[in-house]
């Protein structure tokens, strides 16, 4: 069966946040904001950016949810009442200060010394032109959009990080044409939206993403309806390259950053 439009659903997106207590949880990169060549050229929507503005006051929680680092989140989006959770949930930002999990502050120094080591390894000019190395404190991520041999690329930061000592035990991810270091704590977007519910006692959910690292959110929210802690939706935005999981496990789906807007402008003007 196909899976619906979001647009075409308002009454039942409005009906879920109309539970009290209520949030909303967004991805930035390809749902809020296009995605770019590189992290530091991508904007936010300022349509989403509106939108969210006006949500905040009207519901119990509005949550950034983001690889991005925390700081970096909020610098992004720059709205107050908005709790920023980074690093797929490995740090926080809210109330104006920066939280980081303890058990992955000790894992710093080997990102650091990993993201530094790939960074010389790879990026010697001509070997893979294109290749960008982010590292973001806790995490690392090494971006091959640009490049003109993805497949390339990419086999050589995998083969480059399987063959790092300091990488050793460290948790590898991929995503829409970037490969993820973590360190070994068990967090992910689905850990860290079940205990956004929980922490604000939610009853109905909205959770917005497109990359393959949203799937633990939308697997954890589903989770959550079944077991009846709340109602809610997970809406996956379609781009280029969508992940087939984001098809599999969006129970809506939106075309793009565009279609984002148009959703999230709809539900701030339903007053």
């Known amino acids: ?48 950016r509106a939108s969210l503005s006006m949500l905040v006051p009207r519901l119990a ?15 992004m989006v720059d709205l107050d009442g908005v709790v920023y959770r980074g690093n797929h949930g490995l740090e926080t930002w809210r109330n104006g200060r920066l939280e980081v999990r303890e058990e ?42 640009l490049s003109t041999d993805p497949e390339r690329a990419r086999a050589a930061i995998l ?17 829409k044409l970037v490969v993820e270091l973590r360190p070994p704590v068990r967090v992910d977007k689905g850990t860290s939206l079940r205990e956004l519910v929980e922490e604000h006692g939610l009853r109905g959910v909205v959770c917005l993403g497109d990359d393959t690292t949203d ?8 989770a959550l309806i079944a077991e009846g802690t709340c109602d809610g939706f997970a809406i996956g935005v379609q781009g280029d390259s969508t992940p087939d999981a984001v098809l599999r496990e969006a129970d809506m789906l939106l075309r793009g950053v565009g279609e984002v ?5 709809r539900l701030a003007m339903a007053g």
């Open 1 to 48: 069966m196909e899976t619906p439009n979001a647009l075409g659903h308002l009454d039942r997106i409005r009906e879920a946040l109309a539970r009290s207590p209520s949030g909303l949880i967004t991805d930035v990169d390809g749902t809020i904001a296009p995605i770019t060549g590189t992290p530091d050229e991508t904007v936010v929507s300022p349509h989403c």
């Open 61 to 75: 929680l509005v949550a950034v949810l983001t690889g991005r680092a925390a700081s970096t989140a909020r610098d």
């Open 104 to 145: 992955a502050r000790q894992h710093v120094g080997a990102i650091h010394a990993v993201a530094d080591r790939l960074r010389l390894a790879l990026e010697v000019p001509g070997l893979l032109p294109g290749l960008l190395v982010e590292d973001k404190g806790v995490s690392a991520s090494f971006h091959y959009r």
């Open 159 to 175: 083969e480059a990080l399987a063959s790092s000592h300091e990488g050793a035990g460290m948790v590898v991810t991929e995503g």
């Open 215 to 222: 799937v633990d959110a939308f697997v954890a929210l589903h």
């Open 261 to 265: 807007e148009v959703l999230l402008e």
